[in-house]
Nanobody
Framework: QVQLVESGGGLVQAGGSLRLSCAAS????????MDWYRQAPGKQRELVAT???????NYADSVKGRFTISRDNAKNTVYLQMNNLKPEDTAVYYC??????????????WGQGTQVTVSS
């Protein structure tokens, strides 16, 4: 069974920083792309950042220059460094992994989410 667990959320003032982590565990053969999404109250879930297995990255325009996605393949972990946070970054942040389990087909797995609140 595969599990993704996020950590690192919290309350921060505008202009501050947070670092989110998401560790994948269980019966994993390989992990392909890993993503961070977020969902604010009353809004649709949106893609924030993506990193491929080779380290290529892509960001939503709203976070470019402020957020950095990275990964540690040895630890099956993806990170999101968030700097210069703004109140509009307030949301539940979810990690998502496109992975091959040791048994069963390739698929996308979600974490449970971690709350990020930015006060003005």
């Amino acid at each position: 069974q595969v599990q993704l667990v996020e950590s690192g959320g919290g309350l921060v003032q505008a202009g501050g920083s947070l670092r989110l982590s998401c560790a994948a565990s269980g019966s994993i053969f390989s992990i392909n792309a890993m993503d961070w999404y977020r969902q604010a109250p009353g809004k649709q879930r949106e893609l924030v950042a993506t990193i491929t297995s080779g380290g290529s990255t892509n960001y939503a325009d709203s976070v470019k220059g402020r957020f950095t996605i990275s990964r540690d393949n040895a630890k099956n972990t993806v990170y999101l460094q968030m700097n210069n946070l703004k109140p509009e970054d307030t949301a539940v942040y979810y990690c998502n992994a496109d992975l091959d389990p040791t048994r069963g087909p390739r698929g996308r797995y979600w974490g449970q989410g971690t709350q990020v609140t930015v006060s003005s």
